[in-house]
């Protein structure tokens, strides 16, 4: 399989609810982004984490790193209904600027 | 806060034509990147550009693509002859330092269609 692959492809939940996305990938990397993608828009960020971490918070978002596994997790706390979107992982390879996008999760928050 | 610009925000082109995409990066930003997407599929990289000249590109990005940075402000992609294949969405990013550690700010894209 390719570099960055999330799981669900798609996520409905109750509004006020908690959301979670994983994302795997395959070669060692620098770091591991996140970007939400509102239908029609273009690509916002959300957060970094460099691969000496192992999780980092900005607001109601939590991502966590297992290098060793090769995986990531994004956690949305307290979910709302301007959360739906559309949520991509996107790594970067050491000596490389390049992003590498996953295949996304679909998140929908039910009101 | 600053924004990356891209237009025309849809762009429907004759298959052969040329077409060029054009994007206005975050004015301190120094690096400058495409991607494109296809319908249902992965954001995929295509060129880098720093210092007026290209540092990194994929396969995608073969002879038919080029990139120009012409007046200091805008940032083009231009397809010279355009393939059915080419229909996407093409966003422009730009960073302030290389990629590393640093996030890329994306324009909200051009959907490109070929007839």
């Known amino acids: 399989s390719q570099q960055g692959e999330e799981d669900p492809q798609a996520l409905s939940i109750q509004e006020g609810e908690n959301a979670t996305m994983n994302c795997s990938y395959k070669t060692s990397i620098n770091n591991l982004q996140w970007y939400r993608q509102n239908s029609g828009r273009g690509l916002v960020h959300l957060i970094l984490?460099?691969?000496?971490?192992r999780e980092k918070h900005s607001g109601r978002l939590r991502v966590t790193l297992d290098t060793s596994k090769k995986s990531s997790s994004l956690l949305i706390t307290a979910s709302r209904a301007a959360d739906t979107a559309s949520y991509f992982c996107?790594?970067?390879?050491?000596?490389?600027?390049?992003?590498?996008f996953g295949t996304g999760t679909r998140l929908t928050i039910i009101p | 806060e600053p924004e990356v610009t891209q237009t025309p925000s849809h762009q429907v082109t004759q298959m052969g034509q040329e077409v060029i995409l054009r994007c206005v990066p975050i004015s301190n930003h120094l690096y400058f990147y495409w991607y494109r997407q296809i319908l249902g599929q992965k954001v995929e990289f295509l060129v880098s550009?720093?210092?007026?000249?290209?540092?990194?590109k994929s396969e995608i990005f073969d002879d038919q693509f080029s990139v120009e940075r012409p007046d200091g402000s805008n940032f083009t992609l231009k397809i010279r002859s355009t393939k059915l294949e080419d229909s996407a969405m093409y966003f422009c990013?730009?960073?302030?330092?290389?990629?590393?550690?640093?996030?890329?700010?994306f324009g909200d894209g051009t959907r490109l269609s070929i007839l």
């Open positions: 996107a790594t970067v390879v050491f000596g490389n600027e390049k992003l590498t």
């Open positions: 990013a730009s960073s302030t330092t290389r990629l590393t550690n640093q996030p890329q700010h």
């Open positions: 984490i460099r691969s000496n971490e």
């Open positions: 550009f720093y210092n007026n000249e290209i540092s990194e």
